[in-house]
């Protein structure tokens, strides 16, 4: 079973609306950590966003603000006031194991993605 | 220069050559990362080193050797490729203490193999 689902291959939005990308993960971990990351065309990845699984509060950065639905393991992005530099490959990551005594070493598993295009 | 760099930036190579990606980061990282990014699939984890020992190794073939000489470089040594190894190569960086701190991605190497 995939442990990072984005369902949306593809969004489009007009300039200056706001976005929701989607995003559903599957784990057993009690803690746990999500990331946003933005792929332009030139393909660095860039981090957006992070929202720990103790978190009480959505995380927010800028315009991008993070939709943690726990019960429903859900971690949508929402971009508000989209720009044109916004279109990009929008990836959801997960990182389990982040408690105590955890041997993930860090790494994230990914999603499938979603290609964002704001038009003007 | 600061941040994860990695080089080359595209490689064209034949089935029966050898080349090898190099990534190097300027953060201070103890743990090193290798992703390949194929078209239309999710980021896959090859492997990753933490202090310069290889913790994880996800079923990648013999074909792709990597090597981490110090924490601050890592490589990826190729050879006898397959057409389906044509990726976009990902090296990314990251504090042993983790937790909520993010991979630190490179631009990436995109390989061609002809």
């Known amino acids: 079973a995939q442990k990072i689902t984005q369902t949306q291959p593809g969004m489009f939005v007009q300039e200056k609306e706001a976005v929701t990308l989607d995003c559903t993960y599957d784990?057993?971990?009690?803690?746990?950590?999500l990331f946003w990351y933005k792929q332009p065309s030139s393909g660095e990845m860039i981090f957006l966003i992070y929202?720990?699984?103790?978190?009480?509060q959505n995380a927010t950065e800028g315009r991008y603000s993070l939709n943690f639905q726990k019960a429903r393991k859900s971690a949508n992005l929402v971009i508000s006031a989209s720009q044109l530099g916004d279109s990009a490959m929008y990836f959801c990551?997960?990182?389990?194991?982040?408690?105590?005594?955890?041997?993930?070493?860090?790494?994230?598993?990914f999603g499938q993605g979603t290609i964002l295009t704001v038009h003007p | 220069e600061t941040g994860v760099t990695q080089t080359p930036r595209h490689l064209v190579m034949g089935m029966t050559n050898k080349k090898s990606l190099k990534c190097e980061q300027h953060?201070?990282?103890?743990?090193m990362y290798w992703y390949k990014q194929s078209a239309k699939k999710p980021l896959e984890l090859m492997f990753v080193?933490?202090?310069?020992?290889?913790?994880e190794n996800n079923s990648v073939p013999s074909r792709f050797s990597p090597e981490c000489p110090n924490s601050s470089h890592l490589f990826l040594h190729l050879h006898t490729l397959q057409p389906e190894d044509s990726a976009l190569y990902l090296c990314?960086?990251?504090?042993?203490?983790?937790?909520?701190?993010?991979?630190?991605f490179g631009n990436g190497t995109r390989l061609t193999v002809t």
């Open positions: 990314a960086s990251s504090p042993l203490a983790f937790g909520s701190s993010p991979l630190h």
């Open positions: 784990t057993s971990d009690q803690s746990y950590g």
């Open positions: 929202q720990g699984s103790y978190d009480e």
């Open positions: 990551a997960m990182r389990e194991g982040v408690g105590a005594g955890g041997t993930s070493y860090g790494k994230l598993t």
């Open positions: 953060l201070g990282h103890n743990a």
């Open positions: 080193y933490s202090l310069e020992e290889r913790v």
